[in-house]
């Protein structure tokens, strides 16, 4: 931002710098993507950008005949992201202009007057704050549970799935198990299409045992429609699922219930700090918690209530569960924000650390793909 502010205000500063020092340093060394320059503190602080111009030439005057010269252009704008005692490092804009840099150019910004700083930072500090009030909403207002999730699917994108359910999805996921002595015990990848309105599901699993098995590859496959479902296993037959599977694999497809909390009561419960993040505390009827991000309206963790009791929430205020579900990471997948990767550290002391890999709302689905016959036809 601090780059952008200054190059908006270069185009004014320029005339009145050349009454003034400027600020000036040579690139001694480029490496991984970043420029090494020979300019230190006091003269650059992190945040500070400096130019790079290509060398002047001169035009011709047509008529005159006389040798104008010709001021460089930038080709690259270099912005201080470390200061030390001998050198500074600095990030490159744009990207590829690092073609264009070489050992011992110059690289420059005009020294800006008291007034000029202050005009910056003032001008930095209305623009976060206009961001600030856009993205986070105030959230420490919240006094409700439906504040808080409406916020958090603001925030994703998740209040246009909420607004407009989507029919169908394909979802592909990997997890990976890691044992106590970091080695993978096993890599799982699933792939489930489901056909929403009609509660039909269709999901193969491919899973490879690393440690114990060298590698053996186990494939397996299930589909429910109708309240009727086949599991596959290998190369064996398909067999009907008993009563209690299809109801757990039904109960666990309801996409719009699982990414916008459409469909269960939510309570308020408090506050808790998890990875030194201070979140909201939300109590689902389905005996879930989330912990959601007051500074993002992400979500941070979640876990069912039990898990959540066993660490004595009430009174130490701090996360410290094992069987937290942890989001690592997030990934924009169309409209949506979802947290795709994911890490669980079991009771056993293992990890379990799963990642989409893909999410298609409205997937394309046919009625055969949730057959027994489709089901039989794989090898």
């Known amino acids: 931002m601090r ?23 040579y690139i001694i060394s480029i490496e991984d993507n970043k420029v090494y320059l020979d300019v230190t503190s006091p003269k650059v602080v992190v945040g500070d950008v400096l130019s790079v111009y290509s060398d002047a030439g001169y035009i011709i005057h047509p008529v005159t005949k006389k040798k104008i010269k010709k001021e460089g252009s930038i080709i690259a704008d270099l912005e201080i992201i470390e200061v030390n005692n001998d050198y500074s490092v600095a990030t490159i804009y744009p990207e ?6 070489k050992l011992g150019m110059t690289a ?12 910056i930072e003032k001008e930095q500090e209305a623009e976060l704050a206009n961001e600030a009030e856009l993205v986070f909403d ?12 409406q916020w958090h699917l603001k925030s994703t994108g998740l209040d246009k799935m909420a607004a407009n359910p989507p029919r169908s999805y394909l979802i592909e996921t990997k997890a990976t198990t890691i044992n ?9 990848h699933i792939t489930r299409i489901v056909d929403i309105m009609s509660s039909s599901v269709y999901t193969k699993a491919d899973v490879t045992l690393v ?20 599991l596959k296993e290998g190369k064996k037959k398909a067999k009907p699922l008993d009563n209690y599977r299809i109801k757990e694999i039904i109960r666990g497809i309801d996409i719009i219930k699982d990414f916008t909390c459409k469909g269960y009561t939510c309570t308020l419960y408090g506050d808790l700090v998890v990875d030194g993040k201070s979140c909201f505390e939300l109590v689902f009827s389905n005996n879930v918690k989330s912990c959601i991000d007051k500074n993002t309206g992400l979500i941070v963790a979640k876990s069912s209530v039990g898990e959540f009791r066993k660490i004595g929430i009430l009174s130490t205020k701090v996360e410290k569960s094992l069987a937290m579900e942890k989001v690592i990471a997030y990934r924009q997948f169309g409209d ?5 990767m994911t890490q669980t550290e079991l009771d056993n002391g293992f990890l379990v650390k799963t ?10 689905v046919k009625d055969s793909q949730f057959t027994k016959e489709a089901l039989s036809g794989i090898k």
């Open 3 to 25: 780059k952008t502010i200054i190059l908006m205000l270069l185009a004014i500063f320029i005339v009145m710098a050349k009454a003034q020092q400027v600020i000036q340093g």
């Open 96 to 101: 590829d202009a690092i073609k264009k840099l």
């Open 108 to 119: 420059q910004m005009p020294e800006l007057t008291q007034e000029m700083k202050e005009a």
């Open 138 to 149: 105030n959230p420490e207002n919240f006094t409700t549970a439906e504040q808080v999730i």
């Open 180 to 188: 106590k002595k970091g080695k993978t015990v096993s890599v799982t």
């Open 211 to 230: 440690v114990a098995l060298k590698n053996l590859e186990v494939s397996s496959s299930f589909v429910v429609s109708n309240g009727i479902g086949w």
């Open 336 to 340: 949506y924000m979802l947290p795709s």
């Open 355 to 364: 990642e989409i890999l893909q999410f298609v709302s409205n997937y394309p």
